[in-house]
């Protein structure tokens, strides 16, 4: 048994990860500030006596002893992260410091959850990690892409100053069951706007591309770099499957059987055009292959919104 620390564990990625740790019999420590997660995402998990929850924001130091540290505190959509730019680059460079302080102190090695957003609007399609990226250093993505630029820099910078145990994944979009419902992602939009028969809302003319990983596809791929030795990463993780975001709004509509339209608005700045992960050195380092398809996985998370608005 080990202690886990997960930071941003009552979030979308975080409770499904602390679930998955917990089943593999370790003692979690989940904390969170609650910004864009909630209790209610981890409240199945109170009874487990293995499964603590704290209230805390990684801006500030935390002393903890753990064994290993996930660090996924940091909001993911786009609307959210922009929502008070500052504190978003805030938490990617003093929050990760802060975690990195903890990883050298404890002796615990930690993981970063990086994104796709470090290649930006690439031009090398699909994204290998060895490929350095197209990122907008002061638009209105920056707080995001750049913050989980440097928080790559900061863990490599332990790692090669301070010997900390690092591992880097970055994740390519993931969605599943407990998206936040105003979220503002694409596929929570899509499939809200779907289920309640209103306008699917497309930025720009849908030809943008994204690939989209189901939660338990990734949650597998970070567990397994987590204890995989003589490999830090960056690795990417999701699915490679590509879709327009046209396609993307056509399928859900389909398998929601809903009378929704689709209407057009302006797309957001800086809103890259293509994205697809190369998967080959997840397999070749991991073993990891997505197993979920996207049609698969979105008839989970149309079941688990459909229960959402049941409940409102
Ligand atoms: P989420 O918004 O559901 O989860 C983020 C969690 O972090 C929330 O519970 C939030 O309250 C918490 N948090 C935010 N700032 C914090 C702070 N300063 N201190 C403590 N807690 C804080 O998003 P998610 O989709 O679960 O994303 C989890 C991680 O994965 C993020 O770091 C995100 O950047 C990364 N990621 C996600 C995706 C995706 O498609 N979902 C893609 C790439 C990377
Ligand atoms: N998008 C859209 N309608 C929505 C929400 C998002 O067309 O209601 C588009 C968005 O402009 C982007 C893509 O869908 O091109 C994915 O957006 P998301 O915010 O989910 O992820 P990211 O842009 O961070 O990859």
């Given amino acids: ?38 209790r209610k995402n981890v409240e199945h998990l109170f009874d487990n006596r293995e499964f603590e929850l704290i209230r805390h924001d990684i801006i500030e130091p935390i002393i903890l002893e753990v064994d290993q540290i996930y660090n996924l505190a940091c909001p993911a959509s786009p609307i959210h992260y922009q929502y008070n730019a ?29 994104t796709s957003e470090v ?22 993505r920056s707080c995001y892409d750049e913050g989980k630029r440097v928080a ?22 993931t969605y599943g069951p407990r998206m936040a419902q105003n979220d503002g992602r694409v596929v929570s939009n899509f499939i809200v706007q779907a289920l309640k028969n209103e306008d699917i809302t497309i930025y720009g003319d849908g030809s943008q591309t994204r690939s989209f990983c189901y939660v338990d596809d990734l949650v597998r791929g970070m567990i397994a770099l987590m204890n995989t030795e003589n490999f830090i990463g960056p690795v990417n993780v999701g699915n490679d499957g590509e879709y327009t975001i046209l ?29 697809k992960p190369d998967l080959s050195l997840a397999k070749e380092k991991l073993g990891y292959a997505p197993t979920v ?12 919104f459909q229960n959402v608005l049941l409940d409102a």
């Fill in 247 to 275: 396609d993307l709004a056509k399928i859900i509509i389909e398998l929601t059987n809903s009378s929704s339209k689709i209407i057009f608005k302006p797309l957001p700045s800086d809103d890259p055009c293509q994205r």
């Fill in 86 to 114: 500052i504190k978003t680059i805030k938490t990617n460079v003093l929050g990760v410091t802060n975690m990195l302080d903890l990883a050298d102190s404890a002796k615990a090695r930690i993981l970063q959850a990086s």
């Fill in 119 to 140: 290649y930006g609007d690439p031009i090398v399609h699909p994204q290998k990690e060895s490929y350095w990226g197209n990122v907008n250093p002061i638009g209105i």
């Fill in 152 to 173: 790559e820099t900061l863990m490599m910078d332990y790692n090669r100053q301070h010997n900390v145990d690092i591992r880097i994944i970055r994740i390519f979009n």
């Fill in 1 to 38: 048994m080990k202690n886990i620390l997960v930071t941003g564990g009552a979030g979308f990625i975080g409770s499904h990860l602390c679930e998955k740790l917990l089943e593999q019999g370790n003692h979690i420590i989940c904390l969170d500030n609650f910004f864009t997660g909630s």
């Fill in 293 to 304: 398809h996207v049609k698969d996985g979105l008839l989970k998370t149309i079941e688990y």
